[in-house]
């Protein structure tokens, strides 16, 4: 059963899209991307969204996260539109993700990309410091201390892939974006982000947002948002 | 101060870019350090010599501007050149001219073997002859006697060649009669002094066209009795020299000297005489321009292979802007981290630089000067007078290549690092570095950290 995704903002409305559409203009033709989607995200919600490739999810992704802005639309956040916010203050402060392709520092250990995030966001140091809250969370995603303090590139692409979400965790953030997180990652692993992601929206009130191919990750969320031709729809489960 | 800790984790990680930047650096500022501390070397060595020569302005007859037609020189009221001896620049000074006189009784000229006949000899009236350039560079010597200064300027005193007061028998303190140039007013006159010219009794003086032996020195006074140099009421010359404190003083001089003189200057020229300066000065001019063009070139090539370094180190970096940028890092801090990492190296590198381009300077440069002295001693030992009779101009000699004595070249100098010049050398490099960061980085930060995220994916 599916439905046209757009809801009214209640109390626990956290992130709208409304109106939403974006444009890639090319050398020689322009290609919508988004049309027209009018959306809002809750706290405490996880959030998948499924759709073919190329049907625009890692734009709408890159939108709702505030790495772009929309050609045509308005993003709001708290009812604050983006721009009012400013997109780097937003993703300093409200958002994180977690890409596909890690985006990690190259240059630094497992340990320092976390720790560095969380000077980054500001992010208030916990009970023992940051470096032990991003060594909590390494562990807690299976990357033992050898691993945390290795360079990044000295990784496989699956403890990469992890090293990427400690780093979105540990910037506790209101709203959390992930590209195909599990993509990488076996099967026990991946249950293990999910299993993380659920308990993000369920303990921490957090708004968790996950772009995937996976229906079975889908079936694990709260709700599943499917993209096509431009458009958002929500499946709701059963 | 989160960047820091991220230049610093970046220098480390990128260990061999960073020696490569660091070895670049490295080169281009010892060479262009090197440029400047020759420079500045031969800039002091040159103050030094200038000062040690002191400086001369000489005023004299402006030849070109006399044009064809004229038949007398110009001349210019002692009065006058009195006032511009006083001004504050200049040390002592001294004027002169030419004009004939004849010595009386059974004087013989040098080399004429008869009596003086009614040609005379040249007798330069001079205000004080001590200050005569042939004097100063200790060509001519006084052998006896005194030199003819202000203090005898009212008397009637002459310094005779040592081959003249041989010839007719003079020492100090002699009277001789002497014939002014129109042949009717005589004086007495007392030999004051003897000097030695040595130029050879053959070799005529090229401004008078007698034998040097035979030229005599008279005092102003003394001239003005025999009815010369004394027209329209006052005492007249057409030579002068001014000896003033400081070389660097000329330009000063002659703007007061023509604004005091005025127009009584139409027809002279005002010429500074630094001949021994440059002869001195030849070798340490000629390293500085080889050193000044070597550094322009390096300094040059290497900012630009520096830029080029730095360009493709920002542009290899985009990924990481676009991650920082996506944590909702400020721009300002990354194109701080990126100056920081290259402001670091950078000074490292002059540091370094800084701690023996000196050394390696002073034995460079000192080689360079040793064979660029070696070859100007060599010019000048080899210079030779034109034949007999000749003004050399036929064989391609000019007056002015005759070497000056007592001015050889200078063949050492000390290289000494001055703060102000490594400051200057730091502050150009980090300048560049910093340039050669901060376009590239701004043009890459101009994009949203989604496209340099996707772009090329």
């Not at chain 1, 009018?38 to 073919?52: A, D, M, S, W």
């Not at chain 2, 009669?177 to 010219?197: C, L, P, W």
């Not at chain 2, 490099?429 to 950290?449: D, E, Q, W, Y």
Request: with cysteine.
């Amino acid at each position: 059963m599916t439905t046209t995704a757009t809801q009214a903002s209640g109390p626990a409305a956290l992130l709208r899209l409304a109106g939403v559409s974006h444009v890639y203009a090319g050398q020689r033709r322009r290609t919508t991307v988004l049309k027209d989607i009018n959306y809002t995200f809750q706290r405490g919600t996880f959030y998948t969204v499924l759709g073919p490739s190329g049907s625009g999810k890692t734009t709408l992704l890159s939108l709702a996260s505030g790495l772009d802005a929309p050609t045509r639309g308005t993003v709001s956040f708290n009812g604050r539109n983006l721009a009012e916010i400013g997109l780097g203050r937003y993703r300093n402060r409200h958002a994180a993700t977690v890409f596909q392709q890690y985006n990690l520092l190259t240059y630094m250990t497992a340990l320092q990309n976390v720790t560095t995030a969380m000077e980054i966001t500001g992010v208030k140091p916990p009970q023992g410091g940051r470096r032990a809250r991003a060594l909590e969370l390494l562990a807690h995603l299976g990357l033992d201390r050898a691993e945390a303090t290795r360079n990044v590139q000295q990784l496989s692409g699956g403890q990469q892939q992890r090293v990427a979400i400690a780093r979105a965790l540990a910037c506790d953030v209101d709203i959390l974006f992930a590209d195909e997180p599990t993509g990488n990652l076996d099967e026990d692993t991946a249950q293990g982000i999910v299993d993380t992601f659920r308990d993000l929206a369920r303990t921490r009130n957090t708004c968790v947002v996950v772009v995937t191919h996976s229906q079975q990750l889908a079936t694990q969320s709260d709700r599943v948002l499917t993209l096509r031709k431009g458009k958002l729809t929500e499946q709701l489960n059963a | 101060m989160n960047f820091v800790k991220r230049a610093g984790f970046s220098l480390w990680a990128r260990r061999g870019r960073t020696l490569t930047t660091f070895a670049t650096f490295l080169v281009i500022s010892v060479m262009v350090l090197a440029g400047v501390l020759v420079n500045a070397a031969t800039g002091r060595a040159e103050q030094a010599a200038t000062r040690s020569v002191g400086a001369e302005v000489n005023l004299g007859v402006d030849l070109e501007g006399l044009g064809g037609g004229a038949l007398q020189a110009p001349r210019i009221a002692t009065d006058t050149l009195d006032r511009l001896g006083r001004l504050p620049q200049v040390q002592k000074y001294t004027y002169w001219m030419y004009d004939r006189v004849i010595f009386r009784g059974d004087s013989r000229l040098v080399g004429a073997g008869a009596p003086m006949g009614p040609g005379g000899t040249a007798g330069i009236s001079v205000l004080d002859s001590s200050l005569l350039a042939d004097f100063r560079s200790g060509s001519f010597k006084l052998l006896s006697g005194h030199h003819l200064t202000t203090a005898d300027k009212k008397a009637n005193n002459i310094l005779v060649e040592e081959r003249f007061a041989r010839e007719n028998g003079l020492r100090v303190g002699d009277e001789v009669e002497v014939t002014g140039n129109d042949e009717q007013t005589t004086a007495d006159f007392t030999v004051a002094g003897i000097y030695r010219d040595p130029a050879p009794t053959d070799e005529l003086d090229r401004d008078h066209g007698i034998s040097p032996a035979n030229r005599v020195y008279v005092t102003l006074g003394g001239m003005a009795a025999l009815g010369s140099g004394s027209e329209r009421g006052g005492t007249q010359v057409s030579e002068a020299a001014f000896l003033l404190d400081d070389a660097g003083a000329q330009d000063a001089f002659k703007d007061g000297a023509r604004r005091l003189a005025g127009s009584q200057l139409d027809g002279f020229t005002l010429d500074a005489n630094d001949k021994a300066v440059r002869q001195m000065t030849g070798p340490l001019q000629s390293i500085s321009s080889t050193a000044t063009l070597a550094m322009w070139l390096i300094g040059v090539a290497g900012a630009v292979v520096l830029a080029l370094l730095v360009n493709l180190a920002v542009k290899q970096r985009r990924r990481e802007y676009g991650v920082l940028l996506s944590l909702g890092e400020k721009k300002w801090k990354l194109i701080t981290q990126q100056a920081l990492e290259i402001a670091v190296v950078a000074a490292l590198a002059i540091g370094v630089g800084s701690l023996f381009a000196p050394n390696l300077t002073q034995s460079a440069g000192q080689r360079l000067l040793d064979r660029e002295a070696a070859t100007a001693q060599e010019k000048i030992d080899s210079w030779e007078p034109p034949a007999p009779g000749s003004t050399g101009l036929d064989q391609g000699l000019s007056p002015d290549d005759q070497p000056v004595d007592n001015a050889d070249p200078i063949d050492r100098i000390t290289v000494e690092p001055d703060p102000a010049d490594l400051a200057a050398v730091g502050g150009i490099g980090l300048g560049m570095a910093l340039l050669a960061t901060a376009v590239p980085a701004a043009a890459v930060l101009r994009l949203n950290p989604r496209t340099i995220l996707t772009k090329g994916k």
